[in-house]
């Protein structure tokens, strides 16, 4: 799993979405755990979401449950985080990170790949 891009940030208004995606390349992405983490200027790397191997599994950050929902098409190798009812917290720089040992934690130190990151802001 050596490369990781997402893509789907940019401005909205507050009460939108956007759905962002993450595809990562490798034949082993059917077996890593997938997360989103998000960092604002200013603040520490925080966990957003996360989603099992399987897809069947998921973990989120309170801030962002209820409103924020992370998938996976293996097919594709790409996993998304659809976000919905957006609010001004929730801009940050949107990083997809990559698992090779499954796991779907809060923790950072789990993950071994990381993308460069995507932007989203939220107008209020």
């Known amino acids: 799993q050596g490369h990781v891009v997402e893509s789907g940030g940019g401005l909205v208004q507050a009460g939108g979405s956007l759905r962002l995606s993450c595809a990562a390349s490798?034949?082993?992405?059917?077996?890593?755990?997938m997360g989103w983490f998000r960092q604002a200027p200013g603040k520490e790397r925080e966990f957003v979401a996360a989603?099992?191997?399987?897809?069947?599994?998921?973990n989120y950050a309170d801030s962002v449950k209820g409103r924020f929902t992370i998938s996976r098409d293996n097919a594709k190798n790409t996993v998304y985080l659809q976000m919905n009812g957006l609010k001004p917290e929730d801009t940050a720089a949107y990083y997809c990170?990559?698992?090779?040992?499954?796991?779907?934690?809060?923790?950072?130190?789990?993950?071994?790949?990381w993308g460069q990151g995507t932007q989203v802001t939220v107008s209020s």
């Open positions: 990170a990559v698992s090779s040992s499954g796991s779907y934690s809060y923790s950072p130190v789990n993950y071994d790949y």
């Open positions: 490798g034949r082993t992405f059917s077996t890593a755990g």
């Open positions: 989603i099992s191997r399987s897809g069947v599994s998921t």
